[in-house]
């Protein structure tokens, strides 16, 4: 069983377009994570999410949208897709409320736009 | 803010070399401290952890002390191997949320 699930692995699109990432954990984790992986492999978080709550937001441009419907799924919408997007997506997830502060991180989307 | 600094790569060694890769941080509370380990086209793996002051981690012959006094988590292991071949991450996690702070990573490549 794949605890920290992504999809699609790999997303190839046009610049203009609209496209989004899927997330999905078995792990009964309490938070969940959006990151970044630019092309000199530097992480960066882009979002947080708690309980379905929006937790943190690090200054990621509007045209980035995550969604939790519950607390095992986090997906993310990019609107009106540029170059500069082009990156790894990975989602984590932990368990905040153990205060253990372990991540678990998923296989990662490669999103190319072209 | 919360910062991690890592020696820059790559690091290029022999297989059975002896193996350092230094991490320093600067955090405004107590972090725990992590190494994650990324192979080729795969995701990160949580290497080993270190939560409190002089706590060592240790997984799969790697190793990291959590020295408070100079601020370091350097990550060692004894012999390596062509399979250790991937890029490595310092990261910490401060209170709260316990969002990661990243190195900047340093890839090892092992031949034998």
């Known amino acids: 069983d794949t605890a920290v699930s992504q999809t699609p692995k790999y997303l190839v699109t046009q610049m203009g377009n609209d496209k989004s990432i899927k997330c999905e954990q078995n792990l009964g984790h309490d938070t969940m994570y959006w990151y970044k992986q630019d092309s000199k492999k530097f992480l960066k978080i882009m979002f947080s999410y708690n309980n379905k709550e929006l937790i943190i937001n690090e200054t990621v441009p509007n045209r980035f949208s995550p969604k939790s419907p519950d607390k095992a799924h986090l997906n993310l919408h990019i609107n009106s897709l540029e170059l500069g997007d082009s990156a790894v997506y990975f989602c984590?997830?932990?368990?905040?409320?153990?205060?253990?502060?372990?991540?678990?991180f998923g296989p990662g989307t490669r999103l190319t736009v072209t | 803010g919360n910062s991690v600094t890592q020696m820059e790569g790559p690091v290029t060694l022999s297989e059975e070399a002896f193996l350092t890769i230094n991490c320093t941080y600067t955090?405004?509370?107590?972090?725990?401290l992590f190494w994650y380990v990324q192979y080729p086209g795969e995701g990160l793996q949580l290497l080993l952890k270190?939560?409190?002051?002089?706590d060592k981690g240790s997984n799969k012959g790697f190793e990291a002390t959590y020295r408070k006094e100079t601020t370091s988590f350097h990550l060692e292991k004894g012999s390596v191997q062509v399979s250790d071949s991937a890029v490595y991450f310092c990261?910490?996690?401060?209170?709260?949320?316990?969002?990661?702070?990243f190195g900047k990573g340093t890839m090892l490549l092992v031949s034998p």
């Open positions: 270190a939560t409190k002051a002089d």
């Open positions: 955090a405004t509370g107590y972090p725990s």
């Open positions: 984590a997830s932990s368990q905040v409320a153990d205060r253990t502060y372990e991540q678990y």
């Open positions: 990261a910490l996690s401060d209170t709260g949320y316990s969002t990661l702070t």
